[in-house]
């Protein structure tokens, strides 16, 4: 039996599931409301301050589905409640960032500047010239737009100029030596 499928997630005060017979699980918290098709062949049920995930038989399908459908579920209900962030920090000489309205304006050493928009569901904050903060109920949103902001200029790894997340180990190269 998988580990991670077989433990229950626990259901915080204020939040509400409703599952579908189609297996359409709908998280609704104090943050928002979430959406997720499952797939049909998962058994889905709450009970009680609980939610429990059982697979039907033990083909190789059902097993990996079965770890994979409560961890799904368990961020929906992580992300309802206290919601998701990443982190990502600009580094380099004459590289900065800032917000104007919904657009994140960024300076990366290109002869343009490099505009994002914010998507529906996100929210970018700026808390100083050089570090972005992504915040979201959506993880796998939150984590594609954290994603999609890094590839606008990732880390070299000569200089380490470039964007990327705070907790990201660039690793660094030796430049070029002068040969005799």
Known sequence: MSRIG???IAIPAGVEIKITPENKITVKGPKGTLERMLHPDMQITVEGPEVHINRPSEEKLHRSLHGLTRTLVANMVEGVTTGFKKTLEVSGVGYRVQKQGKQLIMNLGFSHQVI????????????????????????????QFAADVREKKPPEPYKGKGIKYTNEVVRRKEGKTGSK
């Open 116 to 143: 994002v928009e914010e998507i529906p569901g996100i929210t970018i904050d700026v808390p100083s010239p050089n570090s972005i903060v992504i915040t979201g109920i959506d993880k796998q949103r939150v984590g």
């Open 6 to 8: 077989r433990s229950p």
